[in-house]
């Protein structure tokens, strides 16, 4: 098992209007858990309070090297429909960003049918701008077809993340564990690698994966397909 976690890539600031810690507040952070890669990701303009979409153009103003620490700037876009549309999908916003995370959310997406549900992952997944799909199994789409979704990930090289915060059992997302089980099975069989997710709203979350590890443990699943102990090859993954 993992011990020695230097990724954590999916994080939000005060800036997603619902989150309470500042970008120097989450960096000094993650420089304190000695993290090699950290990101932020604040919403895309579908989730309500989140910020102005000038915030994104303006994000080369903030240092990315800390130290040891790579910063990436980048941001939780939305999947809005079966086709798998993201929000902020136009070039001057995709020049902006070190990484982009997809994602499925309620306040933006109509949960559909197995079918709808796997062309609206596909669909994300097959967008060129998209490095990680977040929390594909939260429950969010409450059916799709898993082992179709892990293919397009592994023919794409993009990332799905399993999502520490999706199996709190505060957050009440009742499918999310078997999905995910689901999820780290087909990813063992497709020799896919996937990525852990804090989705830290707060710094006393970075890099806690404790809701995730123990599916790890659950399906023996393979370090070599973690990358959040490997920054060299997560960067690569997303080329950088």
Known sequence: MIENFLVDVHSHTVASGHAFSTVNEMVAEAMRRNLKVFGITEHGPGIPGTCNPIYFRNMHVVPRQYGELRLLMGAELNILDYEGRIDLDEPVYMSCFDHVIAGLHALCYNDGN???????????????????????????????????????????????????????PQRGKHLAHDMFVSMLEYSKRYDNPILLGSDAHHTSAICDYRFALPLLEETCFPDELVMNDKPELFLSMIGK
């Open 114 to 168: 197995r079918s709808q549900n796997t062309s609206a992952l596909i669909g994300a997944i097959e967008n060129p701008n998209v490095n990680i799909i977040s929390h594909p199994c939260d429950g969010t789409a409450s059916d799709f077809d898993i082992e179709a979704v892990v293919a397009a990930a592994k023919r794409t090289g993009t990332l799905l993340e399993l999502n520490s915060s999706s199996l709190n």
